[in-house]
């Protein structure tokens, strides 16, 4: 059902090659997602036990939890009826262990902001100009 996951140094260089792939092309988005994994196959966790007055008693576990951390250009197979010529999805995933954490995300931050070095910024003017234009002319 799942994939393997990649080390975390595979992960940055696969990151860095998606990130330079949709800068070549122009456009494209990279979706970058996280969350604890609370499943971990390798070792047999313990779950924490339920407390009546704790509505939240499942965000502090005994012991830290892993993360995830996922990276998809979010593209699907070319649909039917379209001209445009779609890439194929490509789907990234890593586990950071709790005490990698730190480490992991100093280079994740740096990834990302190489990552997005290439960006436009956004020509907020044209629009207001257009906008109060238009309030003039009503």
């Known amino acids: 059902m799942g994939r393997a996951h990649l080390s975390n140094s595979e992960f940055f260089t696969q990151l860095g090659n998606l990130f330079e792939h949709n800068r070549t092309k122009g456009h494209g988005s990279v979706y970058l997602t996280q969350k604890r994994l609370t499943f971990d196959s390798t070792s047999a966790a313990t779950t924490p036990t339920k407390v009546a007055d704790d509505p939240l008693w499942d965000t502090h576990p005994e012991q830290p939890l892993p993360v995830l ?70």
Not at 98 to 110: G, H, L, R, V
Not at 124 to 130: L, N, V
Request: hydrophobic share 30%; net charge positive.
């Open 69 to 138: 951390i996922r990276a998809s250009n979010n593209r699907s197979d070319k649909k039917p009826g379209t001209d445009r010529q779609d890439v194929a999805k490509i789907v990234l995933s890593t586990v950071v262990k709790p005490e990698d954490i730190d480490s992991f995300y100093i280079q994740y931050a740096e990834a990302c902001k190489a990552g997005m070095s290439s960006l436009k910024k956004r020509d907020r003017k044209k629009g207001k100009k257009d906008k109060k234009k238009k309030k003039v002319a009503a």
